[in-house]
């Protein structure tokens, strides 16, 4: 006869199983997922389970042969969550019920262990790792389930680890079936204190000098197993520090008498004492061997009235703690409600400001550390909650000492506040503002181009950006190189040069002409002037060398815009380079991210080049060449035009562009066309258009003699 009982309370399979079916099959055996032989027998709850009722119980047969009867049943039916076994009428076995009832015994045990330690029991899987809090550091502020807790697939025994970085707490308990033991690790429990357990007195100097001297001396006299008392008068050390009772009694400062074996380090490492100490040393060292005390300061850390630790300080600054105790800020009850704090170092500093008047003010536990972790700090979106952080450099206790209250107070309402990166206010750039008001900057309003149609139109101010375009042959690198040759002249700037498109010995040679005013050769353009002498040709070499650093990629690949800016950093640090000219923006490797367009890169790009030049206080020369023009008529391009992006106008300083007139009828051939098109600052110039004369036998640009009104009506 079989038959199905199933629980509707706990939605658990229960079975009666026959005692003498058990005989015969062990039940060590026979289930993996053990369950209580009786209904009455198992009254947990569901959350006192350790396995999920959801999953189905699997027969398992006997392993090894049994010792019972042969007459026994080793097959079950299997149905849909449910297993029916045969009913025998023979009557029960005690020895082997307590063999049946062992699993259970086992769940229960391991359930008993696992909530002693602090565990929350609910819905556990076997041979699975399950997330819970941990019960030691109760998963931080945020809660979270950063303990992984798993069980064995028998249900004999457990292992768990905590992944948080400032917990660790990792254990495991032991097989029950097993002679093995596994160490369990309990977690800290913080300590319960008070004054009384902790034995604390209030402050006093009622200290026996002749009495602890006579305990030395004459050892016959008095019971030498009983503790001398080494005297430390804890109120007139206080005061002498400026402290007050007052102030005292509000902090709730005690003292505590201490045994030489509790502190015993505190008295043998350092051998410097102060003078008035002196006394007390000899004591120290005649009473080797017995038993004395010490009386030390008690700093009590309350957290809403309650005390929760308490901190030692003895006579020669030696600090200790209670152990297993929280560490909190000492003072905490003081700030409830303050919308700014003062953070010390340390309980003197938070006494002494107290008596400067400020009680918005607690100290660390620990004191401050040598250095900080950048993962120890707040994210950005908590920072930005700190109302007001003060930046104290001092210690407050020897301004208190030597200053006064006063002295002190004035120190705390005029200090700065913490810096923060990237973080000013104007009255940090004053004194850059005053000179800029003074005229005594430098180059505040800009240098002269040395051509002075364009005086009031463009001058060189360093750290800014500027755009030079024009179509192909309109004489754009040529302008640029005379333009340096006249700011070097005139005032000495040197310049570092990543030109793509010109051969070394080639810039050379334009750079000479121009330096010199004389043609490198004479032959063809320079047929009818004498050429540079020999001598000129070595003086312009040494100022070649002194003037100009190069940048240039001498392999196959493409020289990108960060490795032309690092290049330029080292030339302006090491050579004093005043401008960098980049020349083409199309000979650069332009490498950019596959969900990146043309005009984000080209916007990063122009960033980075205008951060180098306010940064190293260098002016930059970029020259960008139009896109293919299908309708030109001849007129000067817009910087609009320039391929890749309008960005190249929206994000420079200035923008100017360089066209050679072409038609006869429109005026001279060698007339050169400057049209600045962009000034961002109106003190170094404005929107308009200059006119120079190209001398093609030096490269020189000379100003012409002529009306620009004239020369527009043409045109």
């Excluded at 039916?77 to 297993?83: C, L, M, Q, S, V």
């Excluded at 319960?192 to 902790?198: A, M, R």
């Excluded at 800009?446 to 004489?475: A, M, Q």
């Excluded at 020289?559 to 923006?585: C, N």
């Amino acid at each position: 006869m079989r038959f199905l009982v199933q629980n509707p309370n706990h939605r658990k399979l229960s079975m009666l199983l026959s005692t003498s079916f058990v005989s015969s099959m062990s039940s060590k055996y026979f289930l993996t997922k053990t369950i209580p032989t009786t209904l009455s027998s198992y009254s947990h709850t569901r959350k006192q389970l350790l396995y999920s009722s959801s999953k189905r119980l699997r027969p398992v047969f006997a392993l090894k042969p049994t010792s019972g009867g042969a007459n026994h049943h080793h097959s079950s039916i299997k149905t849909n969550g449910f297993a029916s076994y045969p009913q025998f009428d023979s009557p029960p076995s005690t020895a082997d019920n307590i063999g049946a009832e062992l699993p259970v015994n086992l769940m229960l045990q391991l359930e008993k262990k696992l909530v002693d330690l602090g565990f929350e029991m609910d819905h556990f899987e076997a041979k699975q790792y399950n997330n819970l809090v941990c019960p030691t550091c109760n998963g931080g502020d945020s809660k979270e389930k950063s303990l992984s807790l798993r069980i064995s697939e028998d249900g004999r025994s457990a292992e768990w680890i905590c992944h948080r970085g400032k917990c660790g707490w990792k254990g495991g308990t032991s097989d029950v079936l097993s002679n093995k033991t596994v160490k369990i690790t309990k977690p800290k429990t913080k300590r319960e204190i008070t004054e009384q357990s902790l034995q604390l007195e209030p402050l006093c100097d009622q200290c026996d000098y002749l009495l602890s001297l006579a305990h030395i001396f004459f050892p016959a006299i008095f019971d030498v197993t009983k503790p001398i008392l080494i005297p430390f008068q804890l109120l007139a050390y206080l005061k002498a520090r400026m402290i007050s009772e007052e102030t005292l009694r509000r902090a709730r400062v005690m003292q505590k008498r201490c045994f030489n074996n509790e502190r015993k380090s505190s008295w043998k490492k350092r051998k410097k004492m102060q003078s008035y100490l002196f006394l007390h040393s000899n004591i120290h060292k005649l009473a080797t061997g017995r038993h004395f005390q010490i009386i030390v300061i008690a700093f009590t850390y309350h957290q809403k009235g309650k005390l929760v630790n308490c901190k030692y300080r003895d006579i020669r600054k030696k600090f200790w703690q209670e152990k297993d105790t929280d560490k909190i800020f000492y003072g905490l009850d003081d700030i409830e409600g303050e919308s700014e704090i003062i953070i010390v170092e340390g309980e003197m500093d938070k006494l002494s400001m107290e008596e400067a008047g400020f009680l918005n003010c607690v100290s660390v536990p620990d004191g401050a550390p040598a250095s900080v972790n950048p993962k120890d700090l707040p994210p950005q979106t908590q920072a930005a909650n700190i109302h007001v952080l003060i930046n104290v450099y001092l210690i407050c206790l020897e301004v208190l000492m030597f200053k006064g209250p006063n002295a002190l107070r004035e120190v705390i309402e005029n200090a700065e506040l913490y810096p923060i990166r990237g973080l000013f206010n104007f009255e940090d750039f004053f004194d850059e503002i005053d000179a800029y008001y003074h005229g005594t900057l430098a180059y505040s309003f800009g240098v002269s181009t040395g051509w002075k149609s364009l005086n009031d139109l463009y001058n060189v101010v360093p750290g800014e950006l500027t755009i030079v375009s024009g179509v192909p042959n309109s004489g754009k690198s040529e302008w640029i190189d005379a333009l340096l040759c006249n700011l070097n002249e005139r005032y000495g700037w040197k310049f570092a040069l990543c030109s793509m498109e010109n051969k070394v010995r080639e810039h050379a040679r334009k750079l000479l002409e121009k330096h010199v005013k004389k043609p490198f050769f004479n032959e063809r353009y320079g047929e009818s002037v004498e050429r540079i002498s020999l001598e000129e040709y070595e003086e312009g070499k040494c100022w070649l060398r002194d003037s100009f650093t190069l940048i240039r990629c001498e392999d196959d690949s493409l020289p990108s815009i960060k490795w032309v800016l690092d290049l330029a950093k080292a030339a302006v640090l090491r050579h004093g380079v005043r401008g960098l000219v980049i020349d083409p923006y199309n000979e650069l490797d332009h490498q950019r991210r596959s969900n990146q367009t043309e005009t984000e890169y080209v916007s990063q790009m122009l960033t980075l080049v205008k951060r180098f030049a306010q940064h190293h206080s260098c002016h930059v020369w970029f020259v960008a060449h139009p896109r293919q023009m299908h309708n030109w008529v001849g007129d000067p391009p817009n910087l609009y035009d320039i391929s890749g992006s309008a960005h190249f106008i929206n994000k420079c300083d200035n923008g100017i562009v360089i066209h050679r007139n072409r038609d006869p009828d429109a005026g001279p051939m060698d007339q050169v066309q400057v049209c600045v098109r962009k000034v961002r600052s109106k003190v170094a110039g404005t929107i308009g258009d200059a006119y120079l004369s190209y001398k093609r036998v030096t490269g020189e640009y000379m100003d012409m003699d002529v009306d620009v009104n004239q020369l527009k009506k043409k045109r």
